[in-house]
């Protein structure tokens, strides 16, 4: 009886071991490919749940089924302009087909491999084709809001102003994603979107694109300014121009009001003429002394005849001068 007992210990030991062997479960997250001596025997496994195999001899390989992710390492790239800009790229891919996969690839490190190779050569492809604004830019139909007020400030069109593009940069992005596609199909490997994270020009042009930058926009502050000169200085003749006619105006009242004034007195003093000779007299009397007052100062030389009346009241009765 003991040595049935001490017979079985063993026995279950070892059928525990195989039982263990034999069972496997896969999860929803992942698909399966049972391989014999580094052979794959039987098709994917695919389905959730507990599965059996053959113990010992039977490997079970495991695979994501979720998408993943792919990001690949910034690179420096030419593009048509022979600029060359730092490309940073990601992308997102999922194991459709397990078998193939693991007869090609064998793991996900190959997998990442392949996707660096093949997705960073069809991204040099695609930037070497283009010009730098149709990568930067993502739509050929935008018009950037700074683009019209540039055009305004700069009347020549040549500063500031965007190239026309073709296509656009998800058009670019859509064009690497269908060249790698095809290409990574026979890998097991679909892939799912290809995007642009970043773009960088190189230390090395980055300097001279800022001082083209700067350069652009002194030449539209000059422009501004040089507008703002010519505004100004036609202000300034207008306000010339209207000041000149206002005073020429002001001058026109005055001379006519002097005139009729000068015609009131005239009419005045002939009508005092005319009623009484003595205020006459005395009037003509106090515009000569007014005129005595207005001669030259005495170091003058004037030259009168004595006929003239200048000198009427200055003459003795006798006719002598004083």
Same mark, same amino acid.
């Given at each position: 009886?003991?040595?049935?007992?001490?017979?079985?210990? !063993?026995?279950?030991?070892?059928?525990?071991?195989?039982?263990?062997?034999?069972?496997?479960?896969?999860?929803?997250?992942?698909?399966?490919?049972?391989?014999?001596?580094?052979?794959?025997? @039987?098709?994917?496994?695919?389905?959730?749940?507990?599965?059996?195999?053959?113990?010992?001899?039977?490997?079970?390989?495991?695979?994501?089924? *979720?998408?993943?992710?792919?990001?690949?390492?910034? =690179?420096?790239? !030419?593009?048509?302009?022979?600029?060359?800009?730092?490309?940073?790229?990601?992308?997102?891919?999922?194991?459709?087909?397990?078998? *193939?996969?693991?007869?090609?690839? *064998?793991?996900?490190?190959?997998?990442?491999?392949?996707?660096?190779?093949?997705?960073?050569?069809?991204?040099?492809?695609?930037?070497?084709?283009?010009?730098? /604004?149709?990568?930067?830019?993502?739509?050929?139909?935008?018009?950037?809001?700074? $683009?019209?007020?540039? /055009?305004?400030?700069?009347?020549?069109?040549?500063?500031?102003?965007?190239? !026309?593009?073709?296509?656009?940069? @998800?058009?670019?992005?859509?064009?690497?994603?269908?060249?790698?596609?095809?290409?990574?199909?026979? &890998?097991?490997? $679909?892939?799912?979107?290809?995007? &642009?994270?970043?773009?960088?020009?190189?230390?090395?042009?980055?300097?001279?694109?800022?001082?083209?930058?700067?350069?652009?926009?002194?030449?539209?502050?000059?422009?501004?300014? =040089?507008?703002?000169? @010519?505004?100004?200085?036609?202000?300034?003749?207008?306000?010339?121009?209207?000041?000149?006619?206002?005073?020429?105006? =002001?001058?026109?009242?005055?001379?006519?009001?002097?005139?009729?004034?000068?015609?009131?007195?005239?009419?005045?003093?002939?009508?005092?003429?005319?009623?009484?000779?003595?205020? /006459?007299?005395?009037?003509? &009397?106090?515009?000569?002394?007014?005129?005595?007052?207005?001669?030259? !100062?005495?170091?003058?030389?004037?030259?009168?005849?004595?006929?003239?009346?200048?000198?009427?009241?200055?003459?003795?009765? @006798?006719? $002598?001068?004083?």
């Amino acid at each position: 009886m003991k040595f049935i007992k001490f017979a079985l210990v !063993p026995i279950l030991i070892i059928g525990a071991l195989i039982l263990s062997n034999a069972l496997y479960v896969v999860k929803e997250t992942e698909q399966v490919i049972i391989t014999q001596f580094g052979e794959a025997i @039987g098709d994917p496994i695919t389905e959730p749940g507990l599965k059996v195999k053959r113990p010992f001899f039977h490997r079970v390989n495991r695979f994501d089924k *979720r998408v993943l992710e792919w990001d690949g390492d910034p =690179s420096a790239m !030419p593009t048509k302009e022979k600029t060359y800009i730092q490309v940073d790229t990601y992308g997102r891919w999922r194991i459709v087909d397990p078998l *193939r996969y693991f007869q090609k690839l *064998r793991d996900e490190r190959s997998a990442r491999s392949r996707l660096d190779d093949i997705l960073g050569s069809e991204t040099r492809n695609a930037v070497a084709k283009h010009a730098l /604004a149709e990568i930067v830019r993502s739509d050929k139909d935008r018009k950037p809001q700074q $683009e019209a007020e540039i /055009a305004e400030a700069d009347k020549t069109g040549n500063v500031g102003r965007l190239a !026309p593009i073709r296509r656009g940069r @998800g058009a670019l992005e859509q064009d690497i994603l269908n060249a790698s596609r095809d290409k990574l199909a026979e &890998f097991g490997i $679909e892939l799912l979107d290809v995007r &642009f994270k970043r773009i960088n020009y190189n230390k090395e042009v980055e300097a001279r694109i800022y001082e083209r930058m700067i350069s652009e926009r002194k030449q539209i502050a000059e422009r501004f300014r =040089s507008e703002g000169a @010519g505004e100004a200085a036609k202000i300034i003749g207008n306000m010339e121009k209207e000041l000149r006619q206002i005073e020429s105006e =002001s001058y026109k009242k005055v001379e006519m009001i002097k005139g009729e004034a000068d015609a009131k007195a005239s009419e005045v003093y002939a009508k005092a003429y005319g009623s009484d000779p003595e205020a /006459a007299n005395f009037y003509e &009397f106090t515009r000569t002394m007014e005129l005595y007052r207005s001669l030259p !100062p005495s170091d003058s030389t004037i030259i009168l005849s004595t006929d003239s009346d200048v000198f009427q009241f200055l003459k003795s009765d @006798g006719g $002598e001068e004083e």
